[in-house]
């Protein structure tokens, strides 16, 4: 029977689920361990991050784990076809989501966030360029990155299936399936899913991570077109995935293409469920399904 422990991480509600008993407390210690060296390398809230430095000198060799961060970043962007991007920071700065970019050209001279993306370079000793007036922000991908692996490497470590969930990213490792609870909040429609063993599920919300900036309410995924909130077409989108980075790309590239992410989430195949502003709930490719797999 699988044991599970709670624990907080990136401001988020997160769990620790194994399938042995014994690994419990070393995989928390090594899982914990792990995204502390994430939030170091490539927080955009922590002045002292990795990321912050380079961004400060606008641009330099990065640590393999930061390379590797940007490096998904920037494949998730290309996968997106730029719904999903890394250059939004300085847009959610000025929105009023996290610290102040001091770098960022006037909003005139920008080039939107869809392409700007492009300018970014990582090269293959880990020398990282930022284009001017571009502020990174890592937070569409570098959590389900960071769930990704950890979840891999208590597998590999400690010999037994594990569930990692970090917010509304959730990845599994080893052969047994999990029973997965699927709510936004409370008040939201819920279902239960049964994940096949080594799959993941990514929920993104625009119900969470909300705030005023002016008069106006705001939440966190913007539209890389606009650098505004993406339209309130969806109140969350769930995807299961073979990995937690591509359901949450997924996912996150769905709350911006609001309805034209039906046909585009058909053509990817994975299992999704959509809740609309009214709470209506859209299910495609197999959801709900006794069991989500491949």
């Known amino acids: 029977m699988a044991v599970a422990v709670d624990f907080e991480a990136f401001t988020c509600s997160c769990r620790l689920a194994v399938s042995a008993e014994a690994a419990v407390e070393p995989a928390l210690g090594h899982v914990q361990s792990f995204l502390r060296s994430v939030d170091e390398a490539c927080s955009r809230f922590r002045p002292d991050s990795e990321l912050n430095a380079l961004q400060r000198r606008g641009g330099g ?8 961060l940007v490096r998904t970043a920037l494949a998730a962007a290309e996968r997106s076809e730029g719904d999903v991007v890394p250059t939004l920071g300085a847009e959610l700065a000025e929105l009023g989501y996290g610290p102040a970019v001091g770098s960022a050209l006037p909003v005139s ?16 000793d880990g020398v990282l360029t930022i284009p001017a007036g571009v ?35 959730l990845a599994t490792a080893g052969p047994d399936p999990w029973e997965v609870f699927v709510q936004d909040l409370p008040h939201d429609p819920s279902t239960q899913v049964q994940l096949s063993g080594g799959w993941a599920m990514a929920t993104s919300s625009t119900q969470k991570r909300r705030w005023r900036s002016g008069s106006f309410e705001r939440h966190h995924i913007l539209d890389p077109r606009t650098s505004l909130p993406a339209a309130p077409v969806w109140r969350s989108v769930s995807v299961a995935a073979p990995d937690c980075v591509s359901a949450n790309v997924a996912s996150t590239a769905a709350v911006v293409r609001g309805e034209r992410a039906i046909p585009w989430l058909r053509n990817l195949g994975y299992p999704a469920r959509l809740v609309r502003e009214d709470g209506r709930v859209l299910e495609l490719s197999g959801w709900p399904a006794k069991e989500l797999q491949p």
Do not use: M
């Not at 060799?61 to 590797?68: C, H, I, M, R, V």
């Not at 001279?109 to 293959?124: F, I, K, Q, T, Y």
């Not at 502020?135 to 590999?156: N, S």
């Open 61 to 68: 060799k990065a640590s393999p784990l930061l390379a590797a």
């Open 109 to 124: 001279e920008r080039v939107l966030p869809a392409e700007s993306w492009r300018g970014v370079r990582v090269d293959d």
């Open 135 to 169: 502020a990174l922000d890592l937070g569409a991908t570098a959590k389900a990155a960071a769930a990704d692996q950890a979840a891999r490497e208590v597998q590999e470590r400690f010999a037994t299936s594990v569930l990692v969930s970090l917010g509304g990213d």
